[in-house]
């Protein structure tokens, strides 16, 4: 598929920076913690937390029309990443400038009742994807038709397979247009043919409006969906470009 990318930036991450202090308990018997303290006391008492660094210094522009995969090994910052872009995690340094709407997307369980139904759910989640629309019905419906789940949409959430459960969340959040999507690993699980079916309908959602973050580990699934490629590695921006060069430098750098 190919995608036309505009001059507009709906996206600005600059210098973002985030880490983590780690905490570290020891086997320390009462004898060696006073005598670590008597010899040492400033360093004891005011010892520096050791910090680990899960971003470091990352920029990039998003444009529109824009489908970007990030790949990179566990622990690499993708998800971390994504986080501080939708807003649910707060950066030590650097800034992220959106134009318009963030959607993100980080499991296949987000606000989910697992008692309720199908539809009960589609109806939850669809006033929290779209907060501003006052009648959700039609969005609803539309997104239970196209995820093909039949009578079991009136079935209790918690009897849905994996494929089943990302059938009906990836349907509805893509059944209005957004000016940034993102998607972390969540087409896990959906079979191939609905995986198709969903790219056509990315597809038309992107040439309406806005731009994609999708993260996955399968290089099948950035080729079938993206048009550029981030890649991770501990942290460090590595690669943002071109699709294929990113996907040879990813599979070819065990670290990345």
Request: charged share 20%; aromatic share 10%.
């Amino acid at each position: 598929m190919t995608f036309i990318e505009s001059s507009e930036v709906l996206l600005r991450v600059r210098n973002l920076r985030v880490h983590f202090e780690l905490e570290h308990y020891g086997h320390q018997g009462v004898r060696d913690v006073f005598v670590s303290a008597v010899s040492g006391p400033l360093e004891f008492f005011f010892k520096s937390p050791e910090l680990l660094y899960v971003l470091s210094d990352v920029s990039f522009d998003l444009h529109r029309g824009t489908r970007l995969g990030i790949l990179g090994v566990n622990g690499s910052g993708k998800t971390t990443l994504c986080r501080c872009i939708a807003g649910m995690m707060k950066a030590q340094q650097g800034t992220i400038e959106a134009e318009g709407e963030v959607r993100a997307i980080f499991d296949t369980g987000t606000g989910i009742m697992p008692a309720l139904t199908g539809r009960e759910n589609a109806h939850l989640l669809a006033r929290l994807f779209f907060p501003t629309l006052r009648d959700v019905t039609p969005i609803v419906d539309e997104a239970i038709a196209f995820s093909e789940l039949g009578h079991f949409i009136d079935v209790p959430f918690y009897q849905y397979s994996k494929g089943m459960q990302s059938r009906l969340l990836l349907s509805l959040v893509s059944a209005k247009a957004t000016d940034v999507l993102i998607l972390d690993e969540v087409f896990d699980g959906a079979d191939i043919f609905f995986q198709k079916k969903l790219a056509l309908r990315m597809k038309n959602f992107i040439e309406r409006a806005g731009a994609t973050i999708f993260v996955s580990h399968s290089v099948d699934q950035v080729r079938d969906v993206c048009n550029k490629v981030l890649v991770l590695n501990r942290g460090h921006l590595l690669y943002y470009g071109d699709l294929e060069p990113g996907i040879d430098l990813y599979l070819k750098n065990p670290q990345a």
